[in-house]
């Protein structure tokens, strides 16, 4: 059983930085395509990025694009969401899900595993 774990949320400015970590216990880690999505109260859940696990390439929500990064280290079993110029819209919950030789893909069915969520507050 693959366990994600998230980190890094917190409360922040408007304007502010902050960065995500999902954190997996695998030992296949570089095999999984790792997601982001985001859910904010009385929202669906919204894609936020995903970077392949072929060749890290990434992709990212429209609303994000621009403002927020993926990296990822395959030798910390780690992905990477660095999120800049935060607005409160921004404030949701935030998920990493992992799809093992998965394409990026902006719904959110069909992933393997999931995150239980670290909260991001952005304040005006």
């Known amino acids: 059983q693959v366990q994600l774990v998230e980190s890094g949320g917190g409360l922040v400015q408007a304007g502010g930085s902050l960065r995500l970590s999902c954190a997996a216990s695998v030992h296949t880690f570089s095999t999984y395509t790792i997601h982001w999505f985001r859910q904010a109260p009385g929202k669906e859940r919204e894609f936020v990025g995903g970077i392949k696990w072929s060749d890290r390439s990434a992709y990212y929500g429209d609303s994000v694009k621009g403002r927020f990064t993926l990296s990822r280290d395959n030798a910390k079993n780690t992905v990477y969401l660095q999120m800049t110029s935060l607005k409160p819209e921004d404030t949701a919950l935030y998920y990493c899900?992992?799809?093992?030789?998965?394409?990026?893909?902006?719904?959110?069915?069909?992933?393997?595993?999931w995150g239980k969520g670290t909260l991001v507050t952005v304040s005006s």
């Open positions: 899900a992992a799809k093992r030789f998965g394409q990026v893909q902006s719904e959110p069915d069909g992933m393997d595993y």
